[in-house]
């Protein structure tokens, strides 16, 4: 793909609520020690009732219309990457444009769980080879806690709610961010080790039976974290020798952040320090398809990407779907 693809604003919103591994140890049988030592998570953000995923992607939104100086007028699509949605209809997309004043132009969902920002990303690409002109809201926004069995131990503690935003356009922009390759893949014989099947045509909801066990994230969390080290490690090498690199040239790694030991696998995998890697883990958890972006947010804002750097970015999630792209600053 030929066109220039720029990001020239970035947004994330999480949410007030902070809780940490001491509240998680009140909920379900398990202790700040096992989950420090398992996944590296201190703290996650959880939505309150108030704060559906709709809401979450609108702060984003406006923060990453703010940074990049335009307004949602100036906007030509939306899309969406979520696995939890406010409902199945109307689209969280439809719902966002809505709020931001917004009609007529075009918006949807897309469902890639996890890796759904880079999936998003892609499909503003192809979309701007073929509108030039286009200025689209690309947003992750996720809350997972809605999908989680707050009774399972096994999951419930890896995940939180958050959102981040990003605005691409065709144009080059001083100060903007190329988006230089993506490279999208997916292996769906591998799917039933991470699921939500409750409430979809094959789980059918039955009016006035209790809501299961399926209605949430149920995972072989062993086999999820093997596939995720492979895939995403996989992928960063395959993008990189697409674009005749390698894992040194790069001067900033942001994996999804699932799991400390998963990130640490990965970089081992690359043969890269961890010094190269962005980790907010330790303070949201695992925010699904928010995850890339909130981190790109944050490391942008922070002060931790200066002009002239490369970033490449990976993330795994439900499907199995799994995604990597490079990023000129
Ligand atoms: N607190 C205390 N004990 C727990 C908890 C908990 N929260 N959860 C599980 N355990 C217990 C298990 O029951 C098991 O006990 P048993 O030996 O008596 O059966 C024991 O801890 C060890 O369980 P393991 O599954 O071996 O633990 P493991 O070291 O594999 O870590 C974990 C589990 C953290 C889920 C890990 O497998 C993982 O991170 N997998 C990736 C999952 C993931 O990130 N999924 C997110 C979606 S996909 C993505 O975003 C990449």
């Known amino acids: 793909m030929s066109s220039t693809c ?3 604003g ?20 398990t202790s700040d020690e096992w989950i420090r030592t398992r996944t590296g998570i201190n703290t996650r953000h959880f939505s309150q009732d108030n704060e559906p995923c709709s809401v979450l992607a609108h702060q984003a939104a406006l923060k990453a219309l703010e940074h990049a100086g335009l307004s949602a007028q100036d906007l030509t699509h939306i899309f969406v990457g979520t696995f939890s949605g406010d409902y199945n209809l109307p689209t969280t997309a439809c719902i966002l444009q809505d709020m931001l004043g917004l009609k007529g132009l075009p918006a949807f969902d897309l469902a890639a769980a996890c890796s759904g920002f880079l999936y998003c ?3 503003a690409r192809a979309y701007i080879a073929l509108h030039p002109e286009a200025c689209i809201l690309v947003v992750g926004s996720e809350v997972t806690t809605s999908r989680l069995n707050l009774e399972d131990r096994t999951t419930c503690v890896l995940f939180g709610d958050g959102a981040g935003a990003a ?13 230089v ?26 009016l006035g039976a209790p ?38 040239d790069i001067d900033l790694f942001i994996p999804h952040q699932a799991n400390i ?19 907010n883990v330790d303070r949201i958890g695992n925010t699904s398809a ?24 990976t993330a795994f999630g439900g499907g199995f779907t799994w995604a990597s792209a490079l990023l000129q600053f």
């Open 6 to 8: 720029t990001i020239v």
């Open 10 to 29: 970035l947004g994330a919103h999480l949410p007030r609520t902070i809780i940490t591994n001491a509240d998680m140890e009140r909920m379900v049988d």
């Open 121 to 123: 990303l892609e499909t």
């Open 167 to 179: 605005i691409v356009t065709g144009q080059p922009r001083l100060g903007g961010i190329r988006i």
């Open 181 to 206: 390759d993506v490279m999208l893949k997916a292996d769906g014989s591998v799917g039933n080790l991470l699921t939500v099947h409750g409430g979809g045509s094959a789980c059918k909801p039955v």
């Open 211 to 248: 809501i299961g066990p399926e209605y949430f994230v149920q995972m072989n969390g062993r086999d999820v974290f093997k596939h995720a080290v492979r895939f995403m490690s996989d992928i960063s090498i395959s993008l990189l020798q697409r674009n005749n690199l390698v894992p040194h």
């Open 261 to 279: 030991r998963i990130i640490e696998a990965i970089a081992k995998k690359l043969g890269v320090n961890m010094d190269q890697v962005y980790v």
């Open 290 to 313: 928010a995850s890339i972006p909130i981190a790109l947010t944050e490391a942008v804002q922070s002060g931790r990407i200066e002009s002239g750097m490369k970033v490449l970015l």
